[in-house]
């Protein structure tokens, strides 16, 4: 049982370039999220999905987008790397979105954009 | 914006003692949950507690909530150096789904 898998774990971009992080969960969850983690910052919530065909904003979307075409798939794209972007990125999923439900991380992507 | 916000930022301890971590919030809560993160890892869920609840015990881990005070402790008991590690608390607002994280407690277990 993987959990929780992100691909890739390293990249680096220079700005303008586009890439796309993948994450996979083969735990059959419904909610899955994209957090960027910077120092002294915590978690922050990019994007997040209530279920397979569905997304929505979180807190700090600009510039990325994201896509769930597959209930055990969340893709998050950035169509023109900025040096802000530099982040580790955790996708993460649950089962119950509300009132309950730990959330299972990835092991992180770490991007530098130079 | 963070709607947790945890104390101290950082805490060193020796081996054997116990560590207390913080967590104050904002606005009306369903649930706290509490996260560890190793170095370059995942965030790993360590209990999560309920707007209704005060105390939960998970190990050596106690947590409490105070919704009065809009706070939560997180209490391990005897620490050992495998203890080190970052600690966030995650609050999910009342009506939401989404778990929102504070900026976490570093914590160092001497040997």
């Known amino acids: 049982n993987a959990g929780v898998t992100q691909t890739p774990k390293f990249r680096v971009l220079k700005t303008g370039q586009s890439m796309t992080l993948l994450c996979a969960q083969d735990?059959?969850?419904?909610?899955m999220y994209w957090y960027r983690q910077d120092p002294g910052m915590g978690l922050r919530l990019i994007h997040y999905?209530?279920?397979?065909?569905?997304?929505a904003k979180g807190e700090v979307p600009d510039g990325y987008n994201v896509s769930r075409l597959k209930k055990q798939n969340f893709l998050l794209g950035l169509e023109s790397a900025a040096p802000s972007q530099t982040s580790v990125y955790f996708c993460?999923?649950?089962?119950?979105?509300?009132?309950?439900?730990?959330?299972?991380f990835g092991e992180g992507s770490r991007l530098t954009v130079l | 914006s963070q709607q947790g916000e945890e104390d101290p930022q950082a805490l060193s301890i020796q081996e054997g003692e116990n560590a207390t971590m913080n967590c104050s919030y904002k606005?009306?809560?369903?649930?706290l949950q509490w996260y560890r993160q190793n170095s370059g890892r995942g965030l790993v869920h360590l209990i999560l507690?309920?707007?209704?609840?005060r105390e939960k015990h998970s190990g050596r881990l106690r947590v409490t909530l105070d919704t009065s005070k809009k706070s939560s402790s997180l209490l391990i008991t005897a620490s050992r150096a495998a203890d080190t590690a970052s600690y966030f608390c995650?609050?999910?607002?009342?009506?939401?789904?989404?778990?929102?994280f504070g900026r976490g407690t570093s914590l160092i277990v001497h040997p």
């Open positions: 606005t009306s809560i369903n649930n």
């Open positions: 507690i309920r707007s209704n609840e």
């Open positions: 995650a609050t999910v607002e009342g009506g939401s789904y989404i778990p929102t």
């Open positions: 993460a999923s649950s089962s119950q979105g509300l009132n309950t439900g730990e959330l299972f």
């Open positions: 999905s209530v279920g397979e065909g569905t997304t």
């Open positions: 735990m059959n969850h419904e909610y």
